[in-house]
């Protein structure tokens, strides 16, 4: 499987677990599993980009990648705190 196909099933599964989290109302799941959908899908652009040759675009990815990684870790804690 290529990375494309990887990458695109991670954020399907971490945005369906989104939904499913929302819709029985453990929004901090919720949370936990955008934040992840966030980073990943980011991280995979900034990859992408990358190749391309888009080099400026791929580092303000990066950024956002590793802010939505912190944001994750941050709402991890905040679950296990609660």
């Given at each position: 499987m290529s990375t494309k196909w990887i990458s695109s099933?991670?954020?399907?599964?971490?945005?369906?677990?989104?939904?499913?989290?929302i819709i029985l109302g453990n929004f901090n799941f919720a949370v936990l599993?955008?934040?992840?959908?966030?980073?990943?899908?980011?991280?995979?652009?900034?990859?992408?980009f990358k190749e391309q040759g888009y080099s400026k675009e791929a580092k303000w990815m990066k950024y956002m990648s590793?802010?939505?990684?912190?944001?994750?870790?941050?709402?991890?804690?905040v679950i296990f705190t609660d």
């Open positions: 099933i991670l954020v399907a599964l971490f945005s369906i677990a989104a939904i499913v989290c599993a955008m934040t992840i959908m966030f980073a990943m899908s980011n991280g995979f652009r900034a990859k992408s590793i802010f939505f990684s912190i944001a994750s870790i941050v709402v991890l804690i």
